[in-house]
């Protein structure tokens, strides 16, 4: 059973970057195509972050693009996402998932998903 | 960009009723559209991809249906542990991966 799970500050203040990681388990990230972020803001719905293929190739949400970075670390079996200038707007629970095996653009397996509010 | 929208935005049934939820792009998909289903404080779950295939584990009362730009899930004999959020999203043609905004299924 694939497991994810995220860490990083809780909390970010404006114009800073918010950093984090996702932890997998019980699955090597190598032998998944791509891996990806979701984030959800409160009582909102599901916005796709970007992906990242295990050969470290990305794909970033336009509206994000100019902010962000996702990279891979198959050493650590992790990969991380860090987006610069938060605002308030960026407030959500960040979500991880793995990328369903030869089904790209969906995701199957999702860690729990980490608040991360963005205050001074 | 491709836009999503779900109807309706709540869903009220019985448990046993049959439900009925849309999902309409702005441009063709093909079949190229996922469901997932969202509990309170869970993360979301892929039900259906490819517009009509069940993920792995899913029971049959789930189905999905439809092409191009109108799809449709639909729950038959609703349980108690159906209630939820239901987002639908499209792959067909990214970056960026869109989502609807979600129908929440109610008693």
């Known amino acids: 059973q694939v497991q994810l799970q995220e860490s990083g500050p809780g909390l970010v203040k404006p114009s800073e970057t918010l950093s984090l990681t996702c932890a997998v388990s019980?699955?090597?990230?190598?032998?998944?195509?791509?891996w990806g972020w979701i984030r959800q803001s409160p009582g909102k719905g599901l916005e796709w972050i970007g992906s990242?293929?295990?050969?470290?190739?990305?794909y970033y949400n336009p509206s994000l693009k100019s902010r962000l970075t996702i990279s891979i670390d198959t050493s650590k079996n992790q990969f991380s996402l860090k987006l610069s200038y938060v605002t308030a707007a960026d407030t959500a629970v960040y979500y991880c998932?793995?990328?369903?095996?030869?089904?790209?653009?969906?995701?199957?397996?999702w860690g729990q998903g980490t608040l991360v509010t963005v205050s001074s | 960009e491709i836009v999503m929208t779900q109807s309706p935005a709540t869903l009220s049934v019985s448990p046993g009723d049959r439900a009925t939820l849309s999902c309409r792009a702005s441009?063709?998909?093909?079949?190229?559209l996922a469901w997932y289903q969202q509990k309170p404080g869970q993360a979301p779950r892929l039900l259906i991809y490819?517009?009509?295939t069940r993920a792995t584990a899913i029971p049959a009362r789930f189905s999905g249906s439809g092409s191009g730009t109108e799809f449709t899930l639909t729950i038959n004999s609703v349980q108690s542990e159906d209630f939820a959020l239901y987002y639908c999203?499209?792959?067909?043609?990214?970056?960026?991966?869109?989502f609807g905004g979600g129908t929440k299924v109610e008693i």
């Open positions: 998932a793995r990328g369903t095996p030869y089904i790209t653009g969906t995701f199957d397996y």
């Open positions: 019980d699955y090597s990230i190598s032998s998944s195509y791509y």
């Open positions: 990242i293929y295990y050969s470290g190739r990305t």
């Open positions: 441009q063709s998909l093909s079949s190229n």
């Open positions: 490819a517009a009509s």
């Open positions: 999203q499209q792959y067909d043609n990214w970056p960026p991966l869109t």
